[in-house]
């Protein structure tokens, strides 16, 4: 199967890849050529996933042909900016909602799995003092989900939430108003691009594309976050033993 693969290189060389037709499938890497030597393996890591949620997908023996359909270098004014593809133009279709929907109740299911029942002091930590912790990269991806709405909908089309102290209910609660939302949406906003004040292109196709890619993204740094944090403490049993015998 070919998939077209679409390269966002930044100022500095990181790359972010997007594959349009597999939903919530992107990466990062430090390059551009990182990014497509890994492309085989993140399509059909992704397409894994997919059949691992009874989602339609390859099966494990069909190959993997990655397609270079687009290689966008941000400018310095756009570096920051989430590349806007040719097939985020089309509309989405009442049918496609459901799928994208379907989508996003995986990949909150697989976030919700990892981090449920992590301790607080799992959840607090942070791998250094300029990164997030797990609870923060939660609070994020929820804050996020608002965020994108903005997007492509006016302020006071937007539901609005109040602080929430725990940040299960903080998820909870803002996925629930922007499903209803994502359901409600009409035919002309299904349909529309729109630039935000930055120039940066919106339609609703990209931002259900950015629902599953955000929360797809995060879980694997929530991932890496708590590897570090096992290591770290396999590395301090590992030191406290030691002692023990020493003494």
């Known amino acids: 199967m070919i998939y077209d693969v679409y390269l966002q290189v ?3 060389g990181r790359t972010h890849a997007h594959v349009p037709d597999l939903p919530g499938c992107n990466w990062l890497a430090d390059t551009p050529e990182a990014a497509w030597d890994r492309a085989v393996e993140c399509i059909s890591a992704h397409t894994a996933w997919l059949r691992k949620y009874s989602q339609p ?15 966008h ?13 040719e097939s985020d133009r089309d509309p989405v279709l009442p049918a496609e909602i459901t799928c994208f929907l379907e989508l996003m109740a995986c990949a909150r299911a697989e976030l919700l799995s990892i981090v449920r029942d ?31 709405l903005t997007r492509i909908l006016e302020p ?16 909870e609660i803002v996925r629930e108003s922007v499903l209803e939302r994502l ?11 729109v630039a935000d004040k930055s120039g940066e292109l919106w ?16 879980t694997a740094h929530i991932q890496e976050i708590l590897c570090n944090t096992s290591a770290r403490l396999s590395k301090r049993t590992s030191i406290e033993n030691t002692s023990r015998m020493k003494a």
Do not use: N
Not at 57 to 70: K, W
């Open 203 to 218: 339609s609703a196709r990209k931002v259900f594309r950015r629902y599953l890619e955000h929360e797809r993204e995060h």
């Open 73 to 85: 270098k941000s400018t310095a004014r756009e570096g920051h900016l989430v590349g806007f593809f």
């Open 118 to 148: 992590l301790p607080e002091e799992t959840l607090d930590w942070k791998p250094d003092p300029g990164s997030w912790s797990v609870q923060e990269t939660l609070r994020h991806v929820a804050g996020a989900e608002r965020w994108y």
């Open 183 to 193: 359901k409600g949406l009409s035919e002309p906003e299904l349909s529309k691009v």
């Open 156 to 171: 006071a089309d937007i539901p609005d939430f109040k602080p929430c102290r725990s940040v299960w209910q903080r998820l």
């Open 57 to 71: 997908a390859l099966t494990e023996s069909e190959p993997v042909t990655p397609r270079l359909a687009q290689k």
């Open 10 to 12: 930044k100022r500095t």
